[in-house]
Each structure stands twice: as structure tokens, then as C-alpha cells.
């Protein structure tokens, strides 16, 4: 692959993964209220444990923050590929979660961590082969 090649579908991942870290904070975020959300939230039918959930997508918003504080400071985004695929098991264990706890989960839930976690992944890949072959 030529090094246009690879610097166009570098910047196309890289927009991606920024576009798909956003996605991810404002969407985790934005859980805390009906209004704004792009998750339903059956409060009314499950009451507490769908607080929990909206707890636990608060908590995944600020790991994020975190973790991309970190690899911005350390310059490593490699990183993201665990992350990616950890975003990926959430779709499992939202899963679990809503059987468990006899309640349904939002069917938008595997669509947002798919398209987080496959992000994540792919720019995370992208930073790794292109430290390998210094491009």
C-alpha cells in the first residue's frame, strides 16, 4: 500500500474513532435524562435497576475520558484495540444484565457498542500497523 493510500484511510479512521469516542461520551451522558437520551429507559415499569444502568453508562463516559487522557499523554493509542473489544462485550453482557434482572434492554444498545468497540479496534490497528511500519 502507497503512503497516499494509507495517510487517506489513516485520516478516515482517525475522523471515525473521534466521531465514535463523541458518540460514545454524549450518548453515555445524555443517559441521565429522558429527554436527551438515545436509550430507552422503562423507569416507570423497572424503576431502580434501570438507574443502575444509566449509573453504569456514567461510569463507561468517564472511563473513556480517562483512558483517553491517558493514551493522549502517553501518545499511544494502541491501547483502543482492548478497549474496542471490551466495548464489543458489553453487547453480552447488556445482554445478561437485562435477563438477569428481568428487564428490557433498548435494542439500540448493540448497534452503539458494535459501532464503538469496531472504532476503537480499527484505530487502535491502524495506530499499530503504522508504528510497525513507521508510515
Not at 107 to 118: A, C, D, S, V
Amino acid at each position: 500500500m502507497n503512503g497516499m493510500a494509507f495517510k487517506s484511510i489513516k485520516f478516515l479512521l482517525e475522523v471515525n474513532f473521534y466521531i465514535s469516542v463523541f458518540v460514545l461520551i454524549a450518548g453515555c451522558l445524555f443517559s441521565v435524562s429522558d429527554r436527551y437520551s438515545i436509550f430507552e429507559f422503562n423507569e416507570d415499569l423497572y424503576g431502580a435497576l434501570d438507574n443502575n444502568l444509566r449509573i453504569i453508562m456514567i461510569y463507561l463516559a468517564m472511563t473513556e475520558m480517562v483512558i483517553l487522557i491517558y493514551c493522549y499523554f502517553r501518545q499511544n493509542f494502541q491501547v483502543m484495540i482492548p478497549v474496542g473489544f471490551f466495548l464489543i462485550m458489553m453487547i453480552a453482557s447488556m445482554r445478561v444484565y437485562g435477563e438477569i434482572n428481568d428487564i428490557g434492554i433498548d435494542e439500540t444498545f448493540p448497534l452503539f457498542f458494535l459501532y464503538t468497540g469496531l472504532s476503537h479496534i480499527l484505530y487502535g490497528v491502524m495506530i499499530r500497523i503504522e508504528k510497525k511500519w513507521r508510515l
